[in-house]
Nanobody, 120 residues
Framework: QVQLVESGGGLVQAGGSLRLSCAAS????????MGWYRQAPGNERELVAT???????NYADSVKGRFTISRDNTKNMVYLQMNSLKPEDTAVYYC??????????????WGKGTLVTVSS
């Protein structure tokens, strides 16, 4: 009952920047943590960054100092600013939202992904 739509992916040269956006719609009042994950061909989907409703952030070691996650609760949007991109950042990036209903297990929702390709 939560829909997530990513945008902002594309082709960029190594050292360049991209900004990904994720719009959440539907039943969003109970969403706490949102985040970005990525999956390269042959790899498992991995955490990139997460952010809670109150702004606490968590980053994968591989992107610390280069990526910044942010959130606009009034617009139901989450963003990922990616700087100093490397070819190894090439992947499909997925937006994630975690929705917690009291006394029930948390539920995860996923967007369909946006492709980021970093050329060398």
């Amino acid at each position: 009952q939560v829909q997530l739509v990513e945008s902002g992916g594309g082709l960029v040269q190594a050292g360049g920047s991209l900004r990904l956006s994720c719009a959440a719609s539907g039943i969003i009042f109970s969403i706490n943590t949102m985040g970005w994950y990525r999956q390269a061909p042959g790899n498992e989907r991995e955490l990139v960054a997460t952010i809670t409703r109150d702004g606490s952030t968590n980053y994968a070691d591989s992107v610390k100092g280069r990526f910044t996650i942010s959130r606009d609760n009034t617009k139901n949007m989450v963003y990922l600013q990616m700087n100093s991109l490397k070819p190894e950042d090439t992947a499909v990036y997925y937006c994630n939202a975690n929705r917690k209903i009291p006394y029930r297990p948390p539920m995860d929702y996923w967007g369909k992904g946006t492709l980021v390709t970093v050329s060398s």
